[in-house]
Nanobody, 115 residues
C-alpha cells in the first residue's frame, strides 16, 4: 500500500524558510522519481520540483534559486527546502511519486507566507 505523508508546513514571514518532508512507504523508494507540487486557492496544481531516482533535479520557473529538492534513500524521505519565501508561495504542498501508471499523492501540507 503506497503512502506519502507530508509534514513541515506552517506560517512563516516573507523572507523566511521552511523544510518540508515527505515520508514514503509501500514501494521501492530508490527506483522512482519523486516530486513536489503545490496548489493555491482557485488555481491549478503546479510543479515545484522533481528529483529522479538517480538524484538529478528540475524546478519550476517560479521557484528556481529559492528551492532545493533532495532525497534520503535510507529514510525513504523526500525533502523540499524553501528559502526566501514570498506570499505567492502560499499553497498546499503535495508529494508525488512518478510510477508511470497510477498517480499517488500525499494529503498535503499547508504553507502560509504572511506578515
Amino acid at each position: 500500500q503506497v503512502q506519502l505523508v507530508e509534514s513541515g508546513g506552517g506560517l512563516v514571514q516573507p523572507g523566511g524558510s521552511l523544510r518540508l518532508s515527505c515520508a514514503a512507504s509501500g514501494f521501492t523508494f530508490r527506483n522512482f522519481a519523486m516530486g513536489w507540487y503545490r496548489q493555491a486557492p482557485g488555481k491549478e496544481r503546479e510543479l515545484v520540483a522533481v528529483i529522479s531516482s538517480g538524484g538529478s533535479t528540475r524546478y519550476g520557473d517560479s521557484v528556481k534559486g529559492r528551492i532545493t529538492i533532495s532525497r534520503d534513500t535510507a529514510k525513504n524521505t523526500v525533502y523540499l527546502q524553501m528559502n526566501s519565501l514570498k506570499p505567492e508561495d502560499t499553497a498546499v504542498y503535495y508529494c508525488h511519486v512518478y510510477t508511470g501508471g497510477t498517480d499517488y499523492w500525499g494529503q498535503g501540507t499547508q504553507v502560509t507566507v504572511s506578515s
